[in-house]
Every structure is written in structure tokens, then in C-alpha cells.
């Protein structure tokens, strides 16, 4: 049987990560390397070309130095599982972004490459597997990373979103802060300012902990002036608001309630 598992001894099936980096290594130059966490290892890849298929793009938060930075993940399936790691601003992210944007069938296979630029900068260059023609599209330093990720997502079939039009609802984490944001009259000014510190434009680009966060900093704020003890504030919100979301209330809901009781509280004592 040609799919026979061979058994004994072999390698865990976990994924191979690749990150992005114009470097040297013995004399060497390269572009990209896969790091062994175990084993605190780097090593260099001197391949330029990674042929496989796309399957998955995914957006992700990882800390460094206490902050979080906003990473792409390119998952492709190839001789074993390779994940590309980059950060979402990078001309290698973005250079990548703009060429799959062009890709409608993602059943055949493609050559992502890396190529280097002026100083350490390192671009994407993507191929048809196939015809070894490259899919290349102009260079537009303005386009719409959000919508354009969220395209090539529907395209594979890992988002339930329809492709990006005018007509398309928001993300459901953007109406969720928008939302809660006017129910509690909250300044937009803050919260473009925490987006900002967190080096995204939208919500939609946060993980959900970190949306759950602006959150709680938003209700904290409006029931600053219902309690004398923030202390209070805060165990109020965990006991009407957190626990009630635990109990599947939903949360605009449980936010209300909340808010209800803490006016109608306050007007009685006055």
C-alpha cells in the first residue's frame, strides 16, 4: 500500500514556522529561516522559493517586550505544514497581500519567494506553480490591508464572510466596540488612540482579550463617577456584567442592566 504508515520513531507532525529576515549566516545570505523553540535555534534557509498551497492566512497577536504586535500567518500546505510568520506592516506582508489579492483559484499550488531590497528590507514575490509566470500587482502603499486580507480569507473558505463590497455588514469586532462605544457615550478619540498603541487601524485586528480589555476600560470609565472605591467599580462589572455573559446574556444586554441599576442607584441616594 502506497499510503502505509510507516511505523517507529519519527518527528511530532507539528508545523514548520518560517520568519522573514535579511541575514547572514557563515559567510552566507538569507532570507528567511525556520527557529526550533525547544532548542533556542535559528536556522537559515537558503531556498528562496517555498512551493505549496495556500490554505490558510490568519492575523495574530503575539507579545514582545509586554506589547503586543500584530503578526500575519501564511499557512501553507506543502512537503510537511509551513507557517510564515511576518509582521502585518512589512513590505514582505504587504508585497505578499497585494499578489495573493490577484490569485482566484487557491486549489493549485504556488511559489511564494523572497527577495531582498535596498538595506534589510525583503519583499514577496509570488509564482504560478505551474507556469512559473509571477503573479504581480502594483504597488499601492495605500491600499486596504484589512479588506484585502478578509478577501483572500473568503477565497479559501476560512471566513464565513462574502468578499468585501461597499454593501458587506462590519466586522462583527468593530460593530461590537462601536456599539458599546455609543451606548456609553465613550470618546472615539480614545479609542482610535488605543488602536493606535496597539499598532492596528480597526478592531477587527485585535485579538478578542484585547477587545474584551477596551471594553472593560470603556464601562470602567462611565461608572468612574457611581462609586467612591474603584474597587467597587470593578467588582460591580465583574459580578453584573462578566458573570451575566458567562450565563449567555448577551452583552450589550448585560451592559444595560448594568447600567440601569447603577443609575437607579445613584438617583436613589441623591
Known amino acids: 500500500m502506497s499510503n502505509e504508515i510507516k511505523l517507529g520513531f519519527c518527528n511530532p507532525p507539528e508545523p514548520v514556522y518560517l520568519y522573514v529576515k535579511n541575514g547572514e549566516s557563515n559567510g552566507e545570505s538569507y532570507l528567511w529561516y525556520h527557529f526550533i523553540i525547544d532548542q533556542d535555534k535559528t536556522i ?4 528562496r522559493g517555498l512551493i505549496g498551497y495556500l490554505s490558510e492566512l490568519r492575523v495574530t497577536a503575539k507579545e514582545f517586550k509586554g506589547k503586543d504586535n500584530i503578526k500575519l500567518e501564511i499557512v501553507v500546505t506543502s512537503d510537511e505544514v509551513y507557517i510564515i510568520r511576518t509582521g502585518i506592516d512589512t513590505n514582505f506582508a ?3 497581500l497585494l499578489s495573493a489579492s490577484l490569485v482566484q483559484d487557491f486549489s493549485k499550488p504556488l511559489i511564494i519567494a523572497v527577495t531582498a531590497g535596498e538595506e534589510n528590507t525583503v519583499f514577496c514575490r509570488l509564482y504560478d506553480a505551474t507556469t512559473k509566470v509571477r503573479i504581480r500587482r502594483e504597488w499601492n502603499a495605500n491600499a486596504d490591508w484589512g479588506a484585502i486580507i478578509t478577501e483572500i480569507q473568503s477565497r479559501l473558505g476560512t471566513s464565513t464572510s462574502l468578499p468585501l463590497t461597499p454593501e458587506q455588514p462590519p ?3 468593530d460593530l461590537r466596540v462601536k456599539q458599546i462605544r455609543t451606548l456609553l ?3 472615539l478619540d480614545l ?8 499598532d492596528v487601524d480597526r478592531p477587527s485586528l485585535l485579538p478578542v482579550s484585547k477587545i474584551d480589555s477596551l471594553v472593560k476600560t470603556m464601562c470602567l470609565a462611565w461608572a468612574a463617577d457611581k462609586f467612591e472605591n474603584p474597587n467597587d467599580a470593578e467588582s460591580s462589572y465583574q ?8 450565563s449567555e446574556v448577551d452583552e450589550v444586554v448585560a451592559i444595560k442592566t448594568w447600567m440601569q441599576q447603577l443609575q437607579g442607584v445613584k438617583a436613589g441616594v441623591a
Do not use: W
Open 185 to 187: 457615550n465613550y470618546p
Open 94 to 96: 504587504k508585497t505578499f
Open 191 to 198: 479609542v482610535k488612540e488605543y488602536l493606535q498603541f496597539q
Open 239 to 246: 459580578k453584573q456584567v462578566i458573570d451575566a455573559i458567562a
Open 171 to 173: 466586522h462583527p469586532q
Open 44 to 47: 537559515p534557509v537558503q531556498q
